[in-house]
């Protein structure tokens, strides 16, 4: 073989060694990000930096009796009505960070409105007569009922693979309960004695006032990518009592209106 023969093979030789050394690294990489990637399945730990998430669903309703006090001719007269709150649809949406492992915290806003009319009943004192009570009943009209809820999570992420995310979430949330409150009764009056009245509508006025209460629930996700996904959520919100009393617009009274309560949906997912 020639001396350029042999350089050529030389050559060659060695292009081929870099080539499939450069393969050899590749697939070393390839294995070690696979094993890492194994390894950080098995063990659970949580990667991501945080999350965002955006979700419709539903929230429980509650149905109770409203009791109300005026002063009418000098008079109390008490009313009551049966109300229903919830039900209506539910906007969501939250975001955290990843603080320590699988430790992170993170903030949540919910938002939801009804509206219903009602039948009231009440007890109408006699203009003429003291301590003469009177029965009457009457439209409430159209009352609404609002909750604006901020839920501070601490969350546990537990990874169960890298598509598959399911978090354990507790905390406390604010419930700003806004409502109508019966302020008044626009009244006709019967012939005198006056022993016969009728309501011919009712006054109203929002009211609101802010109730703590501890929350639990889950989120579970599902990514089809590497950052987007899809998931549901589910959290039970427990007031102390149950019930946030929004006062009256002059103070006088005030009305148990139930909050809170089991909130669940769904939406989209992402994580960076």
């Given at each position: 073989m020639t001396h350029k023969g042999k350089?050529?093979?030389?050559?060659?030789?060695?292009?081929?060694?870099?080539?499939?050394?450069?393969?050899?690294?590749?697939?070393?990489?390839?294995?070690?990000?696979?094993d890492q990637t194994q390894t950080q399945t098995q063990t659970g730990a949580w990667q991501d930096r945080g999350f965002i998430e955006v979700n419709v669903g539903v929230t429980q309703s509650h149905s109770y009796t409203e009791t109300s006090t005026l002063l009418i001719y000098g008079e109390a007269s008490h009313i009551t009505m049966p109300r229903t709150t919830g039900?209506?649809?539910?906007?969501?949406?939250?975001?955290?960070?990843?603080?320590?492992?699988?430790?992170?915290?993170?903030?949540?806003y919910s938002y939801f409105r009804s509206s219903e009319t009602t039948?009231?009943?009440?007890?109408?004192?006699?203009?003429?007569?003291?301590?003469?009570?009177?029965?009457?009943?009457?439209?409430?009209?159209?009352?609404?009922?609002a909750e604006s809820d901020i839920h501070v999570?601490?969350?546990?992420?537990?990874?169960?693979?890298?598509?598959?995310?399911?978090?354990?979430?507790?905390?406390?949330?604010?419930?700003?309960?806004s409502q109508d409150i019966i302020t008044g009764l626009n009244l006709v009056e019967g012939d005198p004695p006056f022993s016969t009245v009728a309501i011919s509508s009712a006054q109203t006025q929002k009211q609101s006032k802010t109730g703590v209460a501890l929350t639990i629930g889950t989120d579970v996700s599902y990514f089809i990518?590497?950052?987007?996904?899809?998931?549901?959520?589910?959290?039970?919100?427990?007031?102390?009592?149950?019930?946030?009393?929004?006062p009256s617009p002059d103070g006088s009274y005030t009305v148990a209106v139930?909050?809170?309560?089991?909130?669940?949906?769904?939406?989209?997912?992402?994580?960076?």
């Open positions: 350089a050529a093979c030389l050559v060659v030789v060695g292009a081929a060694w870099l080539a499939g050394s450069d393969v050899l690294a590749q697939t070393q990489t390839q294995a070690q990000t696979q039900s209506g649809p539910l906007i969501d949406a939250a975001g955290g960070v990843r603080v320590w492992r699988n430790l992170g915290v993170g903030v949540g039948t009231l009943t009440a007890q109408v004192p006699n203009p003429a007569v003291f301590d003469s009570l009177r029965s009457a009943t009457g439209s409430s009209g159209e009352l609404s009922h999570q601490f969350l546990w992420m537990f990874p169960l693979s890298e598509k598959v995310h399911v978090a354990a979430i507790l905390g406390p949330s604010f419930l700003i309960v990518s590497p950052r987007w996904g899809v998931g549901g959520f589910l959290r039970y919100s427990r007031l102390n009592g149950g019930v946030v009393d929004i139930p909050a809170g309560g089991v909130q669940g949906g769904g939406g989209v997912r992402y994580r960076f």
